[in-house]
């Protein structure tokens, strides 16, 4: 196993030298930090990742969760990861202090977030939605259901889960059957199915704590129905845990991510099942958005951590493997000693790809987490220029390190060449783990829609338009240096090519014509993802190159920020390019997904299937 999975020196890069995570610290809702107590923090958290994190990814890959008379079992050890979480205090890290949370910055916690999850990304579920479910509960919850709920819950005593999948409503969440009936003791009778909770009703926490979408009976019609419902797995009474009729009914063996079960759950079989209503009737899924995109930042900060582990991990093999001779002097003598493959250019082409998803993609999730901290610490209409950033970025940064993640990791198999794809090598199972993450919170279909449909002309279009200003400020800022300019006209010729291209689809748009809108709202997500990384590149390889005209450095600091800035330029010469045909797919008017004058059928056996 490699012993790297994130580079630390990186972290702190990106912490205090590109966002500045202790300007943070001098405003009131952060003021009761500084440098020192977050570097504590931090080494804390690094400790709990080296000792009881990474030494058990393959562990308990191998010995995975099981369904056993009405019960899910998991891996003893999970215990001890939730505890010393709970106790170091990372699942209510960014809670605030009345919560009974640390109230670290957002961009702190997504760091964090990112070293757990490339030490060992498979059990980190256990705790990352836990805080995602007690914050709902703190901030549109009674004060009753807060005493009872939050202070259990970010101990790891109790942990939350998202519950609002069933089996035959997805995303489409207008279709889901799950009632609440009101009683006259001030609970609700639960009823129905979900399937696809992560760590639900597992024997290594006390008890589960369900934030349930349901809809109560008479309740209006598709998604304005909806409410939303603490269910726990285990209710009180009389100072006493006692079942609350949330039944287990099985488990999906997934493809990775094995730590953490995927559990199917049935409530009110008995007709006991008791909920208690999150805030107001009917508003659950407006209150469900705020952990839903917490998730979604999460899940981004999964697929890039992963993607990590993978390139430290290629890397380490790059230098050990030995095979064949460098390429100028294949042939000149027989008898020469095979070379590292780190010498083959190829590799170094694998390595450079996977370097510049992992460390572009930081910087964007950073961005988003930068912007949420702002939002505590302006007000006025600077608070809401950081929510509207935050909320149009937010499916681009749940979107491109995870389809550029698995990219990343793929290229990482490829280094290992037959090994990678076999247990015996980490990269098998991080290839597994990562696949989930363009699923996770929304597929890539759902996000690439979210952003082409809805955010682009959010608030008639002045989210993109804000969005646009802060890449222009970089821009303009790398047209300073000499060795940025360059970079500089390159990105400056993307974004206007990128605002050609997104007024050819509001064109759709603007004619009514949905379908020829959104058909390839996926391909027009990867062209914006690779802009946006660019941008943060960009903001990067000016932090680097600003570090090597003042500083009077050399060794290990020299190199760093030499290869900041020559990895910046890789993405740019090997990535950017790439822009090119998805421009040319994104302005044919030809689109051959939508059927316009008649009807596509495939033949299936006897059954005439009409496809389009």
């Known amino acids: 196993m490699a012993k790297q999975y994130a ?17 943070l610290t001098k405003s009131a809702h952060f003021g009761h930090l500084d440098h020192e107590s977050l570097e504590m923090i931090f080494d804390s958290g690094v400790k709990i990742a080296d000792t009881l994190l990474k030494p058990y990814y393959e562990e308990l890959d191998k010995k995975e969760p099981q369904f056993e008379n009405g019960e899910i079992k998991a891996h003893p050890h999970i215990k001890t990861i939730i505890k010393a979480m709970g106790d170091a205090g990372f699942i209510g890290s960014t809670l605030s202090l009345e919560a009974g949370g640390q109230q670290l910055p957002e961009l702190f916690a997504s760091a964090m977030g990112f070293w757990f999850a490339a030490a060992n990304n498979g059990v980190t579920t256990y705790t990352a939605l ?50 609440a009936e009101p009683t006259e003791h001030g609970y609700y009778k639960i009823k129905g199915q979900k399937v696809y909770i992560s760590a639900g009703n597992h024997d290594q926490v006390e008890n589960s704590i369900h934030l349930m979408l349901a809809k109560i009976k008479g309740a209006p019609a598709g998604t304005k129905g909806i409410s939303l419902f603490v269910v726990p797995q285990k209710r009180i009474e009389n100072g006493q845990l006692v079942d609350n009729d949330v039944r287990s009914i099985g488990i999906y063996h997934k493809m990775g991510q094995k730590a953490t079960p995927a559990t199917h759950l049935g409530s009110g079989e008995r007709d006991d099942c008791r909920g208690w209503l999150v805030g107001e009737p009917h508003k659950g899924l407006t209150y469900m958005f705020q952990m839903m995109n917490e998730a979604r930042i999460g899940t981004g900060i999964a697929g890039a951590s992963i993607a990590s582990a993978a390139y430290y991990a290629s890397l380490e093999y790059a230098h050990e493997r030995t095979q064949g001779q460098p390429l100028s002097l294949k042939g000149q003598d027989p008898n020469m000693p095979q070379t590292p493959i780190i010498n083959h250019p190829d590799v170094k082409r694998m390595l450079l790809f996977q370097k510049a998803i992992v460390e572009g993609s930081l910087g964007l999730l950073l961005q988003c987490s930068k912007y949420a901290d702002l939002m505590h610490t302006t007000e006025g209409e600077e608070k809401a220029k950081y929510a509207l950033l935050l909320d149009f970025l937010t499916p681009v940064a749940k979107t491109y390190p995870t389809e550029a993640g698995q990219q990343a990791v793929s290229a990482g198999v490829q280094c290992f060449g ?66 940025l300019q360059k970079y500089a006209a390159i990105l400056k010729a993307e974004v206007a090519n990128l605002q050609r291209v997104t007024k050819h689809l509001l064109g759709y748009a603007a004619r009514g014509e949905t379908e020829l809108f959104l058909a390839d709202a996926t391909l027009y997500m990867e062209m914006f993802g690779i802009i946006a990384i660019a941008w943060q590149w960009l903001i990067q390889g000016i932090i680097a190159k600003r570090a090597l005209l003042v500083g009077k450095m050399q060794g290990d600091d020299e190199n760093f920020y030499e290869s900041k800035l020559h990895t910046m330029k890789f993405f740019f010469h090997y990535e950017i390019p790439k822009t090119q045909g998805l421009t040319t797919r994104l302005l044919d008017t030809e689109v051959l997904t939508v059927a316009i004058e008649k009807e596509v059928c495939i033949k299936l056996g006897r059954k005439i299937t009409k496809t389009l």
């Open 7 to 23: 580079s630390l020196r990186n972290i702190k890069f990106m912490l205090h030298e590109v966002f500045e995570v202790s300007e």
């Open 130 to 179: 836990t805080p995602g479910a007690a914050n709902l509960i703190a901030t549109f919850g009674s004060q009753a259901l807060k005493d009872l709920y939050v202070a259990k819950m970010l101990s790891g005593q109790w942990q939350g889960t998202m519950a609002l999948t069933e089996p035959h409503a997805g995303s489409s969440l207008h279709y889901i059957t799950s009632s």
């Open 418 to 483: 037959g090994g990678g794809y076999c247990n015996d090598f980490p990269v098998a199972q991080m290839y597994r783990d990562i696949r989930i993450t363009t699923i996770y919170e929304g597929t890539t279909g759902i996000q690439s829609q979210a952003l082409l449909g809805r955010n682009i002309s959010m608030q008639n279009g002045k989210a993109a338009t804000l969005y646009f200003q802060e890449v222009n400020k970089t821009i303009e800022e790398a047209q300073t240096y000499s060795e």
